[in-house]
């Protein structure tokens, strides 16, 4: 057991113990997050107003350049390519988004009403994928979409039975196609939508679903009274967890996706690697984080309303 | 005999193996306040619910106003419930929260609109129609709960331990408020509290219950004189129990004797009681007088003062007598009276007394 | 009363087949007989045998687990002292940038983050020299600094459920903040902590872009091998390699949670116990 030695702290251990500590704590991990992520955040706004050239590496400032070109921003607008890229992502990621909703609801509202022996389990049903390689799960459906798949040639059977001879198919046209991309995107993000939204029902209070009830409103109505107006901070939780990754999602639109109408994250990379114009690709990031700032500014204001409530 | 307004029917309710509640009958009275009396586990929460419709009774049948509610859910039962949380929506105003009921039954909106101001003028609370739950008091909310459950004017309204949660000042001011809300509007209530202050001062008559059963059912003076059992007996108010023996009985009194009071004592006669019959004696502290002077009277007792406490209006005693036990006396501080003329202080030699009729007579 | 949500469970259902479907009909044609992966050509073991005498397959897994080992070590460490600092240290200087800078890398696609890095290492050896070839520490770097905001995030919410009282008692009986924080704080959200190590862990070994982008010759990961061969098409030695990690990782997961649901049971069995004691 140390002697307690309060007054015979030297003048190292004072300052350590007020302040030193405290600093080293915060500024540890502040500055690693500096030089790693804030600066290189700050290298694309700077690269997306330089100009390419054909050096190594590719891009130049001042001298023949202009400081700041602006070209790369205006062909956003002008080119056809990117407004149809991030039309696509956003219509694939909302759709997305909308069917991991009204999937994932239901999911997270039933595991709050099962028994707790059952509960343990399924959670853990639910987390496993998401700790098993993404890569791989968008590959698992790679295999069911393929066109000699049984799950394709299953669906292709049901089609053919409901349609008429004319517009019978071989095969379903699963792959490489936005539809593809959307429930892939909801395979692979649905846990995302799920545990916020558990997270969020588990917390209610049974008893107003009860007091409702002793006021005349029947199960349905309940859940429209009371149990959804209570569960939108999950929902924009979910939602935004869910939406704002997958516009920038970049796997599986490459794997899975229609290479005619890319999406915003294959452009990046694709500008940035195969046609080596960082400006360029720069720009759309930057546009890309833009159009981002609205939903990601809604994501963080309600994460730190229910940190406070929580307390 | 009428009908009576709610009639409780053998009504049993078991948990897997663990049985709440055990061939609970009674009768309820149309505008009564009725009490449920009793201790954590008694089953008094349990026979709530099963009126309220969220748990149905395993065995027995509940009836409200002629009719059979065995399998009539919770929301087409013109029954509504204070809960003991108060359970307000929190993110409806406390007019919309008082109005929410009102959904379900064929009026106007104007006619709502009467109706739920009609209601927070009956607990006072208008200027604050348009609070959410979180920006008004306690005792506020609480008075939300009640013009809830009160809006869509129910047969009968369940309070579920309603003053538990308020402090000693707001629980007068409540108990007073709520049985001149009950006078005004007529509903019947039923309250289940384990407060026995409570039950007493706002029920017409209780229901004591314990381990699921009914132990005894009257009005506040019934069960408080005259509880039917060792278990009523201690469970409400305060009481020394004893031994006895009864020796003989006659027309109107009977002979007791009790070992601890050092001999025999003259009791008011019950019917049933046999010479040689092993009874209890109860004694409330109220009924014991205490003086330094040796009073006439049938039941007189010797002992000596081993702890007081003054309140100040009133004073406790506990008494050792010879045989070593310790009885409670209460005493009101009648006279005034200082330090040397008081009228028993620590140590002092005392006799007790207590009139016949105060003698209860236990036979469980 | 009791309400069986029926519909409730029929989506439930629908919802796990949904979720499994397609991972056990990978695990069932991994045993497929035939090369073309979705037609059955009988039963066979023979893409496990070529797995595992596969010198690319192991060398890009130790490389993998390496680079997760140390990574997910790293941002452990700096994830829990950042989710403490934002948790204790109410206000200090630059505290909003702070917030923002352990927020944003969650929800930030990842092409950006992967192409932000890549530039920041280029210009660093046109300016400085280092690095001068890409592989196994800037993307340990680059995983360091993506995976320390997940633990930031799971440190930081249990410090704010975590008891004060205790910390105050132990500096009130003469510990040090920083004895504090490794007498009492620590232990108690090592759960917290170790639950952070292990999802750094997992987004390491898992990640795919970043690692694309930071990477270089010779250094091929797990995923980054999966990733070329999956591109050009789905292939049976994929579906084997693929079955292995669902069944390491199941029983991994499974047993974390037997672990957790045993040490519950017996934390509220030694509750009851005192409990009763006390009667």
Not at chain 1, 36 to 59: D, E, G, K, Y
Not at chain 3, 105 to 131: H, K, Q, R, Y
Not at chain 3, 245 to 269: D, M, P, Q, W, Y
Request: proline share 5%; with cysteine; hydrophobic share 50%.
């Amino acid at each position: 057991m140390k002697a307690r030695s309060t007054s015979h702290d030297g003048r190292f251990a004072r300052w350590f113990n007020r302040t030193g500590w405290a600093q080293l704590v915060i500024g540890l991990p502040y500055i690693w997050l500096v030089l790693l992520f804030l600066i290189p955040f700050l290298i694309v706004l700077a690269m997306s107003v330089a100009t390419r050239t054909p050096t190594a590496p590719p891009f130049g400032y001042g001298g023949e350049n202009p400081v700041i070109n602006l070209t790369g921003y205006a062909r956003l607008f002008t080119d056809d390519l990117y407004i149809r890229a991030f039309t696509t992502s956003v219509t694939n990621a909302a759709g997305a988004t909308v069917l991991c909703l009204l999937l994932g609801f239901p999911m997270a509202l039933a595991l709050t009403r099962v028994s707790t022996s059952w509960r343990q389990i399924l959670l853990m049903l639910v987390i496993l994928p998401f700790w098993t390689s993404f890569l791989l799960r968008v590959y698992a459906w790679m295999g069911l979409m393929g066109s000699n798949s049984w799950f394709n040639r299953m669906l292709t059977g049901w089609y053919n039975a409901v349609v008429p001879e004319e517009w019978a198919l071989r095969a379903l046209p699963l792959m490489h196609s936005n539809f593809a991309v959307v429930l892939v995107t909801v395979y692979t993000y649905l846990p995302f939508m799920i545990l916020p939204l558990y997270a969020n029902l588990e917390r209610l209070d049974p008893v107003l679903d009860e007091a409702a009830m002793d006021l005349g409103s029947r199960p349905l109505r309940v859940f429209w009274d009371i149990t959804l107006p209570q569960s939108i901070p999950g929902i924009i939780a979910g939602g935004l967890l869910v939406f704002i990754p997958a516009a920038g999602e970049l796997v599986i639109p490459t794997l899975v996706g229609d290479a005619g109408s890319p999406m915003i994250g294959r452009v990046i990379a694709d500008e940035f690697s195969s046609a080596r114009d960082w400006p360029m690709a720069s720009s759309v990031a930057v546009a890309l984080l833009v159009l981002m700032v609205g939903p990601m500014m809604i994501y963080s204001h309600y994460q730190s309303r229910s940190d406070g409530g929580a307390r | 005999m009428p009908d009576p307004f709610i009639r409780i029917e053998g009504v049993s309710k078991s948990f897997g193996t663990f049985q709440a509640v055990r061939d609970v009958s009674l009768t309820v009275a149309r505008g009564e306040i009725f009490a449920l009396l009793g201790g954590s586990g008694c089953g008094k929460t349990t026979l709530l619910r099963m009126l309220a419709g969220f748990e149905d009774p395993t065995e027995g049948r509940i009836f409200l106003d002629g009719q059979d509610m065995t399998g009539v859910p919770p929301w087409e039962r013109p029954v509504h419930m204070m809960f003991q949380s108060y359970a307000l929506f929190p993110h409806m105003t406390v007019e919309r929260n008082v109005g929410y009921g009102l959904k379900h039954d064929a009026m106007t909106r104007a006619q709502r609109a009467d109706r739920v101001r009609e209601m927070l003028d009956l607990v006072q609370l208008i200027p604050f129609a348009h609070r959410k739950p979180h920006q008004i008091s306690g005792g506020q909310r609480q008075r939300v709960a009640l013009a809830r459950a009160l809006a869509r004017q129910p047969k009968l309204l369940l309070l579920d331990e309603p003053l538990a949660a308020l402090d000693k000042k707001l629980r007068e001011q409540t108990q007073f408020e709520l049985m001149s809300i009950q006078e005004r509007t007529g509903v019947t209530f039923i309250v289940v509290t384990h407060d026995q202050e409570e039950a007493m001062t706002l029920a017409d008559r209780i229901a004591v219950m314990d381990k699921g059963q009914v132990k005894q059912i009257g009005p506040p003076t019934e069960v408080y004189e005259y509880p039917n059992s060792r278990f009523v007996a201690g469970f409400i108010g305060s009481i020394t129990t004893f031994d006895a023996v009864v020796q003989s009985v006659s027309a109107d009194t009977a002979q007791v004797d009790v070992p601890a009071l050092g001999g025999r004592i003259t009791a008011r006669a019950m019917p049933g009681l046999t010479a040689g019959q092993s009874v209890t004696l109860a004694l409330r502290p109220e009924k014991l007088a205490i003086s330094r002077h040796r009073p006439e009277g049938a039941n007189v007792i010797a002992g000596v003062v081993k702890d007081l406490a003054y309140f100040g209006k009133d004073s406790l005693y506990r008494v050792t007598l010879p045989s070593g036990q310790l009885v409670a006396v209460h005493a009101v501080n009648a006279r005034r009276a200082g330090a040397a003329d008081r009228v028993a202080d620590w140590e002092d030699a005392v006799w007790l007394s207590f009139d016949p009729t105060s003698a209860i007579l236990l036979v469980d | 009363m009791n309400r069986r949500p029926v519909f409730l469970i029929t989506v439930l259902c629908f919802g796990f087949a949904f979720f499994y479907i397609p991972i056990l009909s990978m695990m069932v044609y991994s045993f497929n007989g035939s090369r073309l992966a979705t037609v059955w050509g009988g039963f066979s073991t023979k893409w496990y045998v070529s797995l595992f005498s596969n010198k690319q397959v192991g060398a890009a897994l130790i490389l993998s687990l390496q680079i997760a080992l140390l990574s997910a070590t790293v941002a452990t460490i700096l994830g829990t002292m950042s989710g403490i600092a934002l948790a204790r240290f109410r206000k200090f200087r630059g505290r909003t940038l702070f917030s923002g800078l352990v927020t944003a890398p969650l929800i930030m696609p990842e092409v950006i983050t992967g192409i932000s890095s890549l530039m920041l290492f280029i210009l660093m050896a046109e300016w400085i020299g280092w690095p001068g070839q890409r592989g196994f520490t800037t993307i340990t770097l680059a995983h360091i600094t993506f995976s320390m905001v997940f633990v930031t995030t799971v440190v930081h919410s249990r410090m704010v459920q975590a008891d004060r009282a205790i910390e105050e008692a132990a500096m009130d009986l003469g510990s040090r903040p920083w004895q504090v924080m490794f007498d009492v704080t620590l232990p108690v959200i090592s759960p917290a902590i170790l639950s952070g190590w292990l999802l750094a862990f997992t987004i390491s070994l898992d990640d795919v872009v970043i690692t694309s982008f930071t990477t270089g010759p010779g250094n091929t990961t797990l995923p980054l091998l999966i990733w070329s061969k999956v591109k050009l098409g789905v292939t049976p030695d994929i579906n084997a390699l693929a079955t292995l990690t669902v069944i390491v990782v199941g029983t991994g997961v499974a047993l974390a949670g037997f672990i957790l649901n045993r040490a519950e049971k017996r934390r509220e069995a030694d509750r009851r116990l005192a409990y009763r004691a006390n009667d």
